[in-house]
């Protein structure tokens, strides 16, 4: 725990700094391409998961531009949500449900 909190307040390894920046990028670049629009999709025209997924992955592989802005936009607000304690996640939440929904619409449907 205290390496871990070491991490988290500057004072690790550049290297070990490097590989939780890399792998975390990593995992996130992959929930967003997986999920972009699989959800609305799944939920909208009754798809499987695998075919949901790579419907999302060409989307993002299509309009790659937006959606780097997009995702950015995501972790931006998320973060600001989290920086208020909370507080502005319990608005952000439904504002990025009903943005995700508009940006399936415009992609997809």
Known sequence: ?????????????PWVLAFFVGIGSVLAITV???SAVSV????????????AIRTSA????RNWPAMSLWAAL???LT????ATFGVGL???FPV????????????VA
């Open 58 to 61: 060409r989307a993002v592989g």
């Open 32 to 34: 967003f391409v997986t």
């Open 74 to 76: 995501i972790v931006i």
């Open 1 to 13: 725990m205290e390496d871990y909190l070491g991490v988290l307040s500057g004072g690790a390894d």
């Open 90 to 92: 319990v608005v952000l």
């Open 40 to 51: 609305p999709l799944i939920i909208d025209r009754d798809q499987d998961p695998l075919s």
């Open 79 to 82: 973060a600001v949500g989290v």
């Open 96 to 107: 990025l449900g009903y943005a995700t929904w508009h940006s399936y619409r415009d992609l």
